[in-house]
């Protein structure tokens, strides 16, 4: 919504910067609640340790992600150097996407192991693999974005679209990851 505001002009630069903090902190949300959850998911299906290890360095990109997305929109709100800050936190935040992408498939892998029919099994992988193919394509988005808006083109529509985009990936990641991880934890 931030995001839509700034492109409709109405103060461009601290929307976007806020724009920019709202994303980091739905990731750093995102990343903290699967990683508060997925233990528990990891217990009940499989002993595995490499999956631990695969699916932990997804959520630990996102949150990181997410801090510096933050600490970065903070500083362009106070003024230091807005446009490039902004810009770097924009590959910073589709880096983080494109990195915690996997988390997605892999939660619903493990979830899957749980269910007995091949319908819901593959209902869910449909939808959550459509989930972190958006992922991807709004993390690889906001790098190009980004680096565009490095270079002085446009600079705030470029980072007002990458922050929309981004904002809109994590919204349908963060729906598909809940509905799983609370079928998986109630089921």
């Given at each position: ?43 009940r ?21 997410g ?5 970065l929109?903070i500083?362009?709100l106070?003024?230091?150097?807005p ?18 992408a ?8 493990l ?16 939808a ?5 193919g958006?992922?991807?394509?709004a ?5 190009v ?11 705030v529509v ?5 922050a929309?985009?981004l904002?809109a ?7 598909a ?8 934890l109630?089921?």
């Open positions: 919504m931030l995001a839509i505001l700034a492109l409709a002009g109405i103060l461009p630069a601290y929307l976007a910067a806020i724009a920019t903090i709202a994303v980091g902190a739905a990731l750093l949300f995102e990343g903290a609640a699967v990683a508060g959850r997925y233990r528990d998911l990891l217990k299906v499989s002993e595995n340790e490499i999956e631990a290890t695969e699916l932990g360095g997804g959520v630990s990109a996102e949150a990181l992600g801090l510096a997305g933050i600490a929109g500083l362009a106070l003024g230091v150097a446009m490039a800050l902004m810009s770097v936190a924009m590959i910073v935040l589709g880096g983080a996407l494109l990195l915690s996997g988390t997605t498939a892999r939660l619903n892998d979830h899957l192991r749980r269910t007995t029919s091949d319908t819901v099994r593959m209902i869910a992988r449909d959550v693999s459509t989930a972190a958006t992922q991807v394509l993390g690889a988005a906001g790098i974005l980004g680096i565009l808006a490095l270079q002085g083109l446009a600079s470029l980072i007002d679209v990458a929309l985009s904002g990936s994590v919204l349908l990641t963060g729906t990851l809940g509905g799983k991880m609370m079928a998986a109630t089921g």
